[in-house]
Nanobody, 121 residues
Framework: VQLVESGGGSVQAGGALKLSCTVS?????MGWFRQAPGKEREGVATIDTDGSTSYVDSVKGRSTISQDNANNTLYLQMNSLKPEDTALYYC????????????????????WGQGTQVTVS
């Protein structure tokens, strides 16, 4: 499994960004994570093969995770961005099947992209 993120950048507070992750291989449960300087990595959103999603409370209502299976791409649309959203964002995949309803950031994700920086000022 190979994952390559893109779409990060610098935006003003209130702005929007759409992150993309091109995927190769069998990924099953997928997610977006982020890590800000001096902080632990945090799960932002996940999506399972049946389309079910989960979000961390801090991004609920502002972000949408989606996948385009035809183009092997995972997305994270982020709106109403806040300075506290500033972080290095990673795309991740479990790479093994996940029981229904358990695709969450607490699961072990075995494949990771290199990250894309999001800076909100």
């Amino acid at each position: 499994v190979q994952l390559v993120e893109s779409g990060g950048g610098s935006v003003q507070a209130g702005g929007a960004l759409k992150l993309s992750c091109t995927v190769s291989g069998y990924t099953y449960c997928m997610g977006w994570f982020r890590q800000a300087p001096g902080k632990e990595r945090e799960g932002v959103a996940t999506i399972d093969t049946d389309g079910s999603t989960s979000y961390v409370d801090s991004v609920k209502g502002r972000s949408t995770i989606s996948q385009d299976n035809a183009n092997n791409t995972l997305y994270l649309q982020m709106n109403s961005l806040k300075p506290e959203d500033t972080a290095l964002y990673y795309c991740a995949a479990r790479g093994i099947p996940t029981n229904r309803g358990t695709c969450r950031p607490t699961q072990a994700f075995f494949y990771w992209g290199q990250g894309t920086q999001v800076t909100v000022s």
